[in-house]
């Protein structure tokens, strides 16, 4: 039997040293971080950004390619080889300072509208996940020593992710006092954390550089989800819609080959 055993595990190896050949992968390594705003169900549904302030994410980014380091003119390569890259990542995102605005809000003399103010949110998340990146270029010519002319490379990428989200709500004074919320929100406090998934859809470009690319990446995720935020009035108009966000970023990526 641990000869049988032994014997599967060499031809295991063997078969995935042979496929890996084949397949001829590149892997790259990089790090980002960026502003992120959030759409939820504090503020106005059509102000953007609607109801936060500005607080930043950070990514550590794997890439494969499937050209790999040993493409000559006699090997060829596909289409998908030269204008795609799968992006695996795993991500983090500060808090999120979240509050209610809008012109009732922000001028309002009423009880509702000091309700409203007194209203704070925060939500953390962490995501892993993986998006597909198009090339609108080809990416062995980007990638080559000597052609200086092709120093950006734009792409359109689209993915998943799953999503590990802990919210808090608070009222006047920093703790939680439910009668203090306005009515609608009363019963729909969601304050243990929770999972989810989320689309996520973005453009960006790299910029060679000697010994690394600069990317400037845009995306726009969207949760499936509506309790992010830390609530989830499903019943109440406005207030109904899936949490988004968008992350802008800049990042640096690394050729793990040497390729650059």
């Known amino acids: 039997m641990k000869s049988y055993f032994k014997l599967i595990i060499f031809l295991f190896i063997i078969s995935f040293t042979k496929s890996n050949a084949q397949l001829d992968l590149s892997h790259e390594f990089g790090f980002f971080t960026g502003p992120i705003t959030m759409q939820t169900d504090y503020g106005e549904r059509n102000h953007f950004p609607a109801s936060n302030q500005t607080s930043f994410g950070v990514a550590v980014v794997h890439y494969l390619s499937f050209y790999g380091s040993n493409y000559n003119w006699r090997n060829g390569a596909s289409f998908f080889s030269d204008h795609f890259k799968l992006r695996t990542e795993l991500s983090y995102y500060f808090n999120n300072q979240l509050e209610h605005k809008g012109p009732f809000i922000d001028n309002g003399t009423s009880a509702l509208a000091e309700s409203y103010r007194n209203m704070k949110g925060s939500t953390k998340i962490f995501n892993i996940g993986t998006q597909l990146e198009y090339y609108f270029k080809n990416l062995e010519d980007y990638g080559l020593l000597f052609n200086t002319a092709d120093k950006f490379s734009p792409y359109l990428s689209a993915g998943i992710q ?36 989320s689309l996520v859809m973005g453009l960006g470009t790299r910029y060679k550089m000697d010994k690394f690319d600069l990317v400037l990446d845009g995306r726009w995720q969207y949760f499936l989800s509506d309790k992010v935020d830390g609530v989830d009035a499903d019943e109440v108009d406005g207030s109904k819609f899936n949490d988004t966000l968008i992350f802008f970023s800049v990042g640096i990526v690394f050729n793990l080959e040497g390729q650059n």
Do not use: H, M, W
């Open 162 to 197: 799953y999503n590990r989200f802990d919210a808090d709500v608070t009222t006047a004074g920093g703790g939680l006092d439910i009668s203090a919320l306005p009515a609608k929100f009363q019963d729909d406090i969601i304050l243990d954390p929770e999972t989810t998934f």
